[in-house]
Antibody, heavy 119, light 108 residues
């Protein structure tokens, strides 16, 4: 059974840094691209970042480019999101999600999310 | 950037009837479009991919259609648990995903 478990969400002050983690199980982690998607309170879904299965390629939304960095550690089956220079508008639930293939396609499994509050 | 437009923002339908949700993209995404369902307090769940293929375990009352820039999610014979929020997402312009703003399906 595929499971994705996010952690690391906390209350932060603007300008601070934070690293989110997503522990994956139930599939061959290095064979699938992964993404972070966020959802501000009462709002829709916003794609944040994606990383290829092998980790050699990373992609970030313009809204976080230069501040957030996605990475993965395959031996630990863990996805990360390093978040620097946090702003109030980064307040959201952050979901990690598994892509259907090694490249970025539709997202077939999602974690339950971790809440980041910047205030 | 591909802009996704879902309509309507809110759709009111009687239980047991059919709901038709629309998603339009600012440029062609071929059939590289997915639909997700999100219940309150839960993560999104994949419903449809490739514009028309149901994901594993999704009931047959959910169907998707369309290609290019116009897509439709149809839910026939609405059940109480279907009155939640639905999002479309394009993955043609990978790796840059984009989501629609969502359609809330409410009981009439």
């Amino acid at each position: 059974e595929v499971q994705l478990l996010e952690s690391g969400g906390v209350l932060m002050q603007p300008g601070g840094s934070l690293r989110l983690s997503c522990a994956a199980s139930g599939f061959t982690f290095s064979s699938y691209a992964m993404s972070w998607v966020r959802q501000a309170p009462g709002k829709g879904l916003e794609w944040v970042a994606a990383i290829s299965g092998g980790g050699e390629s990373t992609y970030h939304a313009d809204s976080v480019k230069g501040r957030f960095t996605i990475s993965r550690e395959s031996p630990k089956n863990t996805l990360y999101l390093q978040m620097n220079s946090l702003r109030a508008e980064d307040t959201a639930i952050y979901y990690c999600a598994k892509s259907h293939t090694v490249a970025t396609t539709y997202l077939d499994y999602w974690g339950q999310g971790t809440l980041v509050t910047v205030s | 950037e591909i802009v996704m437009t879902q309509s309507p923002a809110t759709l009111s339908v009687f239980p047991g009837e059919r709901a038709t949700l629309s998603c339009r993209t600012s440029q062609s995404v071929s059939s590289n479009l997915a639909w997700y369902q999100q219940k309150p307090g839960q993560a999104p769940r994949l419903l449809i991919y490739g514009a028309s293929t149901r994901a594993t375990g999704i009931p047959a009352r959910f169907s998707g259609s369309g290609s290019g820039t116009e897509f439709t999610l149809t839910i026939s014979s609405l059940q109480s648990e279907d009155f939640v929020i639905y999002y479309c997402q394009q993955y043609n312009n990978w790796p840059l995903y984009s989501f629609g703003q969502g359609t809330k399906l409410e009981i009439k």
